[in-house]
């Protein structure tokens, strides 16, 4: 019974702490953050909450304002307190003052301390560094003692303050202006610790904010913190006091931490001892004091007890006070007390005088560090106890503890990343920029810097990895929270091997910058200071160097695989929240497969939520870019004075799902840069291009630049402007028009945004200025104002801040000014990136942009250089949509083109369904008609266009550039098509017009012939005599003779298509002048084109020119254009053959196509056409053309002659006449002779006539036919896989012909095996069999008079779809005596027959064959669509792929070597194995030409004479070994082609494999 109510004490103790602790961290919505924690990646994501200015509305809400707030270093932070309902209802415009003098319930608000102490609780070991560094920034006191009163257990927070750096200058430093900065955990302090034994009538904490003049502690006048403590008392807060230096500011001379245990001493006296035990001295705040007093006197401590009490309160015991004074040993020096006369600002500085004192003399100074040991001792827990910590520690401590001389180590340790980088980097510059090639073979030089690069490479593969980089990569590859706090752990250690030599570098770099005139000086300090700077980047730089040599190895490499996880590795910091360094600073380079790799793992880890938008700042040297960011989104870029940030780094921030959608990304990727240089310090180190170099890609990343700029120094300003002018400018000439936010920092005026009206002003006057200078630089002076390169508005655009400190540091908190701006900043860039028309990127396209982005950096010539693959994707985008809706508007103008020639075909015929009896008539209104349907095709191609660019998603900003061309594209389609329908009607009514004639002359013939049988048959039967078969041929072919002879054939009339050939041809060069007439008639066309053209010239001087350089080998005028007419001919030969296998009727319209054709062809040659060359080139084709279209002409004439169809019907008529006589069954047969005669060959012409436009419906549906890229890019890789010397020579000699052949070997190769071919055909069988029977079904309910009528109504229904030959139906109308029911009958049964013959026919037909009967040509079409305008590269003949017609820039995805297009040297005679795409970069390479009258050029100007062409570098070395491989290989068959001698072919192109070859292949098409 005794234990009973023990043991009911106990456990309702232990439940009424449970409850305090869960019932708050409940009431805070963290209960399950205790085993959970908090992380850094959970605070840092963007959130609603970031951008949000709600007060908090519930007791849930107060931790994340708090965490919001003080991520953002907002002194505000700990103002906590929700927003009640009666509050903001609270009417006070009435008078009530009952209400007023209510007492305000505090109970349910929540004390600052309680918070502040379950976060910490609450959250990692990260998150508590976090928070104490950022509370530490605003001079709040930070937990030392952390208490769990669950277990009243405490904490040493060591770990928690390890990251908090202090700076200050004590008294000793004064004169030398020196100064002292360290970890504070490492510095050797007094501590004076302030606590409280039973109830005080004195704020502890009040007081001694007043003492330190700063509200470093919370206390019960701040907000809040009136509230009853729930779980922070307990806590020990700690916080110092730095001077400055300054003997009238400082308070203390001398650096000290500051004390403060909340809660009485009585019931912390755990506490109290480990404070005892640490503090220089203890400052016990009393109001009554037991004379025992044994918590005190029994402390077995040294420090100096100092007794405060006040002397004003009713329970102060001044007996009490001289016993407990007496057994502690004070003296009146150890006891404050205030007193009536004294107030409380003479109170603080009485106790200030005492804290002085005790600062000054004590020799009790100790590193919080060292207070780990005493609280092991009192049984405190040390927060990096745990042992992923101390495992980490001990692994960084192993690596850092060897450093002696910091460049020594990175010699020793870190050797890939020095100068063999630096030569690489410079090696890299020089492959593109070609600044040192002097008089050397081009390709030869660049194959040399690729040996040399090829031989570093070696040299750093030859390096053992080093001990320090085994035990980091091993430490990394450690489990993600030792991994975590090991990087944590080297930053810190390394800052601190760093931070002595480096802070005093950069003080003295800042004053000698100050002087731009001690510029020997300023260099060495600045070499110095990247001597001696070492952080954990430079082991990941070295990382990446290992990874990046061990490449170079083969696949199969033992070294080489073991690496392969390093990628993967960093991603996995990346994602973690560690920055990944982007630019090297040191070298000035991008360490470009590192990067890629790692980013592509990046990708792999966060699809598919892997949508980034990226935030930049770029701006001078020191002005706080880093800690803009770090204020702006929680994040910790290095700000000590010991770093500067050197190149670029990016960091990865989360978005959370409550924002997604309106950011449309999944993380945001904050870029910190390396500050620019001004002008005076750039001249030092060259840094001019490495500035424009970092500006221009970071620029080129972002979606938003952030320029941070000062308006006091207006002529740094400018210069800076300058650079970032330049970049934007660049952006805006490759597709990207970035958004931008200027910031002046240290404007604290409230009205800055008004008074700097002017200076906005003056700011927009100077953009624009150097905005007009940077387009002329760039040679793009379209750009006039700052405005036409990007989207800016003064009054939007600009965000004034205050300067960063509230007061002067060291004891300054960050100014509450600073905070509020950088958070309205935060916001509008948000917003901004949330309003982004464009889409976000991907990781992978990031990366690919990037990438793009450095190669074109590299050039000296940024816009002419820039090749990127997503424009190139966005461009293959939009062409693949262009080329589909071009397809469904030829597809549409085919069908409609074979029903209007099927209409006139059967015009006046019985088949014929149109009311107009005048052909001219009818041929108008298709006209009408097809301009009416082109019209709307072409504003609906408009509109789609106009559509897709409306769209957010597949990067169409970045074409923008190419809409007009694509719109004029969609104008010419209409034109060229219209032009097309027009001629195809015209030839169609005309040859119809020429047939009317003939049909009747035959109808006629065929009546009488009709009316002679059947007068035969009369005659017969009145003998009334049995007559055998015989007897009746017999009289049939008396009957026939006679007939014949009487019959009037009179010979059908041919054109003389010599005469109208000469006609066009006259009518064609008559814009041409008179010498073109005088050629002319120097030779008559009959003549022209009997023998193999050869161009010669008259006039020995160009006869002489000529022989000199056949002799040398030079590819002369005559000859480049003999080589423009060989090319010319065969395709015009191969079209005229084609028409002649149609076998119709000449028609003016195919001389005018093929005229238009050739003068196409010559339009679009980079040579200059003389008028001599044309005229014999169109002589020699059109006399060509005119022969063989005379021999088609008197073909058809002769196929149509009425003598020659009337005997071919002689053997019909006989049968016909013996089944009349004899009185037979004509049904069936007459069935069977309707169907063979007039309909099967109606359908069959109906297939030939569907087939083509099907054909290349397949066809397009294959990726290598969908744009004009992925089309060179199939026939190159085809190529390159039959690796067959005569196909190279044939493309390259006869590009147009041996592409034409090859889309027809395709076209062959699709439909010779699989069944679609047949599909098609039966398709359309089955078409014309529902046609037809549904024609006769109509047919049958149709009372029809006889047969005759019967089958005119079938025909009639057929003559929209079919064309009945009118020499069959009239054929078959005579002698005709079926029934019609039954001829009805049996028509069906036979067209069922039909379609099984046609099936097994088309079957058995070859492919070619039927290719060759097709009216639209799938090969021609296909050929017209993907050869587009026909321009080739003026120096290799690289054909160009610009999508659409009237493209504005021609260019061409992969160059060839010059020697490929026939130049060679002129004393050598040997190829040369130049390639245009290196020499429009190459400072002295010259050209000449007949565009440049012989005169010598400049490659890198040849825009000046080919302004139509683009010809960018390529993007990288391995870009063209495609066709150094060819080169290579056919080396000895290519010079015997071209009479030449064999190319000098480099060492590294003989090294190309096929498997190379087909790389670059894929890289120079964007090929994934």
Not at 846 to 873: C, G, P, Q, Y
Not at 1433 to 1440: D, M, Y
């Amino acid at each position: 019974m005794l234990n009973y109510p023990i043991i009911v004490l106990i456990f309702i103790v232990f439940i009424s702490s449970e409850t305090h602790l869960e019932s708050l961290l409940e009431d805070l919505g963290l209960e399950d953050r205790l085993k959970e924690k908090l992380s850094l990646s959970t605070i840092l994501q963007i959130d609603k909450k970031t951008i949000t200015d709600e007060p908090p509305k519930c007791n849930a809400d107060l931790p994340w304002y708090f965490l919001k707030k003080l991520m953002m270093v907002n002194v505000t932070a700990r103002n906590v307190k929700r927003t009640s309902a009666c509050e903001s209802s609270c009417n006070n415009s009435l008078l009530n003052l009952a209400n007023l003098v209510k007492s305000t319930n505090s109970g349910d608000r929540l004390n600052p301390l309680d918070i502040i102490t379950a976060l910490f609780l609450c959250s990692d070991g990260f998150v508590r560094q976090e928070l104490s560094l950022k509370m530490s920034m605003c001079q709040f006191s930070v937990p030392l003692l952390l208490p769990n009163c669950d277990t009243k257990q405490c904490t040493l927070m060591l770990w928690a303050m390890r990251d908090i750096v202090k700076k200050y200058r004590p008294q000793s430093l004064t004169e030398s202006k020196g100064f002292i900065e360290e970890r504070i955990v490492l510095s050797e302090l007094p501590m004076i610790s302030f606590v409280r034994f039973g109830e005080c009538s004195l704020s502890k904490s009040e007081i001694l904010n007043k003492l330190l003049s700063n509200d470093t502690f919370v206390h019960h006048d701040m907000e809040g913190g009136d509230s009853p403590r729930r779980i922070s008392n307990g806590l020990v807060e700690i916080s110092w006091y730095l001077p400055c230096g300054n003997k009238n500011m400082d308070v203390f001379s001398e650096p000290v931490a500051v004390a403060n245990l909340r809660g009485d001493i009585a019931s912390f006296q755990t506490q109290f001892s480990f404070l005892c035990q640490t503090s220089a001295a203890v400052f016990v705040f009393f109001d009554t004091l037991d004379s025992e007093c044994e918590l005190l006197t029994n402390q077995q401590h040294k420090t100096q007890i100092f007794l405060v009490g006040n002397h004003q309160s009713n329970h102060f015991s001044i007996d009490a006070l001289q016993k407990v004074a007496a057994k502690l040993g004070l003296t009146n020096n150890n006891i404050l007390l205030k007193t009536k006369q004294m107030n409380d600002a003479d109170f603080v500085k009485t106790l200030g005088e005492t804290v002085s004192n005790v600062v000054e003399n004590s020799k009790m100074k100790m590193r919080i560090e060292q207070m780990a040991d005493i609280a092991h001792e009192l049984g405190i827990l040390v927060d990096e106890e745990s042992s992923e910590c101390q495992t980490a520690k001990k692994n960084a401590d192993a690596i850092t503890t060897e450093i002696q001389d910091i460049l020594q180590y990175k010699e020793a340790e870190l050797p890939l990343q020095g100068q063999i980088w630096k030569e690489l980097t410079r090696l890299e510059k020089e492959e593109f920029r070609l600044r040192n090639v002097g008089s050397k073979n081009i390709e030869d030089y660049k194959s040399d810097l690729l040996l040399e690069k090829t031989q570093l490479r070696k040299e750093q593969n030859s390096h053992d990895i080093s001990n320090a980089m085994t035990c980091f990569i091993n430490a990394i590859s450690s489990p993600e929270i030792e991994r975590c706090y090991f990087l944590k752990w080297m930053r810190m250690n390394l800052d601190n091997v760093s931070r002595e030599k480096l802070s005093d570098l950069r003080e003295r770099y800042k004053e000698k910058c100050k002087n731009p005139e001690n510029k020997e000086e300023i260099k060495d300090i600045d070499r110095q200071l990247s001597n001696s700077s070492l952080g954990i980047e430079h082991f990941f730089r070295e990382m990446g160097q290992i990874y990046e040599a061990s490449l170079s190895l083969p696949e199969t490499d033992p070294s080489r695989k073991q690496l392969q996880h390093l990628p993967k590795l960093c991603a996995q910091l990346l994602l973690d929240g560690l920055p990944l360094e982007l630019v090297d600073g040191e070298a000035s380079n991008i360490p470009l497969r590192w990067i890629s790799d790692v980013l592509s793992q990046l990708n792999d880890l966060m699809s598919p939520q892997n949508k980034i938008l990226v935030v930049t700042v770029l701006g001078v040297q020191s002005t706080g870019k880093s800690t803009l960011l770090n204020t702006m989104f929680g994040v910790q870029f290095a700000v000590s004075s010991g770093r500067c940030t050197r190149g670029a780094f990016m960091l990865l921030i989360r978005i959370n799902e409550d924002i997604k959608k309106e950011l449309n990304c999944d993380f945001m990727v904050i870029i910190d840069t390396e500050g620019l240089k001004s002008p005076e310090l750039a001249q030092l180190d060259n840094s001019h291009e490495h500035d424009n170099e970092l500006a221009t890609l970071v620029v080129g990343l972002s979606d938003v630049t952030i320029i941070n700029i000062a308006m006091e120094n207006s002529t740094e300003m400018k210069d800076i402007l300058q650079i970032v002018v330049h970049a934007f400018l660049r952006m805006t000439e490759v597709g990207k028009k970035p958004k931008c936010q200027f910031v002046h920092q240290n404007v604290s005026d409230i009205s800055a945004h008004e008074k700097n009206l002017r200076d906005r002003k003056l700011l927009m006057q100077q953009l624009n200025e150097m905005t007009q200078a940077a387009a002329k630089m760039e040679k793009k002076e379209e750009n006039k104002n700052f405005t036409d390169v990007m989207e800016y508005s003064p009054d939007t655009g600009n965000c004034y801040i205050p300067g960063l400190w509230n007061g002067n540091p060291p004891m300054a908190p960050v100014n509450a000014g600073y905070s509020e701006a950088v958070y309205e900043l935060k916001k509008n860039i948000i917003h901004v990136l949330g309003s982004c028309e464009s889409s976000a990127y991907d990781i992978l396209e990031f990366t690919e942009w990037m990438k793009s982005l450095w190669n074109a950096v590299k050039h000296e010539n940024f816009i002419f250089s820039f090749r990127n693959s997503l424009v190139a994707d966005a461009y293959m985008k939009l062409c693949s949509e262009f080329n589909k809706w071009e397809w469904e508007f030829r597809q549409h103008m085919y069908t409609w083109v074979t029903d209007a020639e099927t209409r006139i075909r059967n015009f006046g015929t019985v088949a014929g369904k149109s009311e107009i009896s005048d052909m001219s008539e009818c041929v108008k209104q298709l006209k009408s008609e097809a301009s009416t349907m082109l019209s709307e095709w072409e504003t609906k191609l408009i509109e789609n266009l106009a559509r897709y660019f409306k769209q957010t998603e597949g990067h169409v900003y970045l074409v923008e550039e190419y809409k007009e061309g694509f719109k004029s594209s969609a104008k010419s389609l209409r034109r060229q098509m219209e032009s097309s329908v027009f001629n195809q009607l015209t030839a169609a009514a005309d040859i119809r017009h020429g047939m009317t004639e003939l049909e009747r002359i035959k109808e006629n013939h065929t009546k009488e012939l009709e009316g002679r049988v059947r007068a035969l048959i009369a005659e017969c039967r009145e003998k009334k005599v049995k007559m055998a078969d015989k007897e009746l041929d017999i009289e049939f072919d008396k009957m026939w003779k006679k007939t014949a002879n009487e019959l009037s054939f009179s010979k059908q009339k041919t054109t003389n298509v010599n005469t109208c050939v000469s006609h066009y041809l006259r009518d064609n060069l008559s814009r041409k002048g008179s010498h073109a007439w005088e050629l002319l008639n120097n030779k008559e066309l009959k003549d022209c084109g009997l023998v193999q053209f050869k161009y010669t010239v008259d006039g020995l001087g160009k006869q002489f020119k000529h022989k000199v350089c056949q002799f040398f080998n030079i590819e002369d005028h005559i000859m480049c254009l003999q080589n423009i007419a060989d090319c010319i001919i065969a395709i015009c030969t191969q079209s005229v053959t084609e028409r002649m296998e149609i076998k119709n009727n000449y028609h003016d319209t195919y001389i005018q196509e093929l005229l238009h054709y050739i003068d196409d062809k010559l339009n679009n040659q980079n040579v200059q056409i003389d008028i001599e060359f044309e005229v014999s080139l169109k002589q020699h084709i059109c006399g060509f053309a005119a022969r063989q279209f005379q021999k088609m002409h008197e073909d058809y004439i002769q196929a149509n002659d009425p003598s020659r169809c009337l005997n071919q019907n002689k053997e019909k008529f006989r049968t016909d006449f013996k089944d009349v006589f004899h009185d037979r069954d004509q049904c069936q047969k007459k069935a069977e002779e309707f169907t063979l005669c007039c309909l099967k060959p109606a359908v069959e012409d109906f297939v030939s006539r569907s087939l083509g436009p099907d054909i290349i419906g397949e066809m397009l549906t294959n990726e290598q036919f969908s744009t004009r890229m992925s089309f060179q890019y199939s026939v190159l890789l085809d190529l390159l896989r039959k690796d067959d010397f005569e196909n190279y020579w044939s493309y390259i000699s006869f590009y147009e012909m041996y592409v034409k052949n090859w889309i027809l070997d395709q076209i062959v190769e699709r439909f010779s095996e699989e069944s679609t071919m047949f599909e098609f055909e039966d398709r359309h069988v089955q078409s014309s069999i529902r046609i037809i029977n549904a024609a006769v079904n109509k047919a049958k309910t149709e009372k029809s008079a006889n047969l005759e009528s019967f089958v005119k109504n079938v025909c009639q229904e057929l003559g929209d779809k079919l064309v009945i030959s009118q020499d069959a139906l009239g054929a078959f109308m005579i002698l005709n005596n079926a029934d019609q029911e039954q001829f009805a009958h049996w028509l069906t049964e036979c067209v069922k027959d039909m379609a099984q013959d046609l099936q097994e026919e088309f079957n058995e037909t070859d492919i070619l064959m039927k290719l060759i009967d097709l009216r639209v040509k799938p090969q021609n079409e296909l050929f017209t669509k993907l050869i587009g305008c026909g321009n080739q590269c003026p120096f290799c003949a690289s054909p160009c792929e610009a999508g659409g017609q009237e493209h504005s820039e021609h260019f061409a995805s992969l160059h060839r070597p010059t020697a490929l297009g026939q130049y060679r040297f002129v004393l050598s005679k040997k190829l040369s194995t130049d390639i245009c795409s290196s020499l429009v970069i190459t400072p002295d390479s010259t050209f000449r030409c007949g565009a440049t009258n012989g005169e010598f050029h400049h490659h890198k100007d040849y825009k000046a004479i080919f302004p139509d062409w683009k010809i960018p570098p390529d993007g990288s070395l391995q870009a063209s070994d495609y066709w150094k491989y060819v080169l290579a290989k056919f080396n000895n068959k290519f010079a015997e082609a071209f009479n030449a001698e064999c190319a000098d072919i480099p060492e590294m192109w003989e090294m190309i494999t096929p498997q190379q070859a087909e790389e670059s292949l894929k890289e120079s098409f964007n090929i994934k």
